[in-house]
């Protein structure tokens, strides 16, 4: 298996769960959709299937943050579980930012820490500058609830701090059904944060034996990709 086939199991995943919440109007604009381009529903692609997403969105426009809501780390493949099998959220974070690329198409994440605050914020690629906003959204809200998988009853929304750089749009009230937490937007950049301090908290559901093999594995399948990559 490589990096691709990885990709397709997690957007097959990503296409199951979006039917559960995307309303009748939706789905049939997503079935049409999949059979105008000949799209199998085992084997999509995640380009295609963000694709597929930007098409339904002016119907659903609060879709990306409805999804990205009830979607857990088991629905990210390998990358969701070497993330929760870590110790802590630190080991968590690093594992997330490193194999992104497993789970992810169109955005890579950065971590800046100073004393109080750990940062993390996504870095677009230049094919998906067009899709913005709807990246901002997969972002917020999928390291939302990977905080709350993450650290279980340590999780803490009052600790938690959102920022978007794009306007409050006029589905705002999707934000704050799903983000508890202090939510600002036209700020200089899209981030989430939470207290420096957390980075130590325990992960409620580490197991290190399946770490030691999802991270192995994530790595592996890392290389695979650089070398083939000219």
Not at 18 to 39: M, P, T
Not at 216 to 228: G, I, M, W, Y
Request: charged share 25%.
């Amino acid at each position: 298996m490589d990096i691709k086939k990885e990709n397709q199991r997690v957007a097959a995943k990503h296409l199951e769960r979006l039917r559960a919440v995307i309303d009748e109007s939706s789905a049939s604009i997503l079935d049409r959709q999949l059979k105008a381009r000949g799209i199998d529903q085992h084997n999509i692609q995640l380009e295609q299937f963000h694709q597929l997403i930007v098409l339904i969105k002016p119907h659903q426009p609060d879709i990306t943050l409805r999804l990205f809501q009830c979607l857990t780390l088991s629905d990210f493949g390998l990358y969701g579980y070497a993330c929760a099998s870590a110790v802590t959220l630190q080991e968590a974070i690093q594992h997330s930012i490193k194999f992104m690329p497993l789970s992810a198409v169109r955005y890579q994440e950065k971590e800046e820490i100073d004393t109080r605050w750990v940062h993390i914020y996504p870095v677009v690629l230049p094919d998906f500058l067009d899709q913005v906003i709807d990246i901002d959204e997969d972002f917020a809200a999928g390291n939302y609830s990977l905080l709350k998988d993450l650290l279980g009853d340590n999780f803490d929304w009052n600790m938690v701090e959102i920022h978007f750089s794009h306007n409050r749009p006029d589905y705002g009230r999707a934000y704050d059904d799903i983000f508890q937490c202090r939510v600002k937007f036209e700020q200089p950049k899209t981030l989430i944060r939470y207290p420096v301090s957390w980075l130590t908290k325990p992960i409620s559901t580490n197991d290190s034996s399946l770490a030691e093999v999802c991270v192995s594995r994530c790595f592996e399948l890392l290389n695979e990709s650089d070398r083939k990559t000219p």
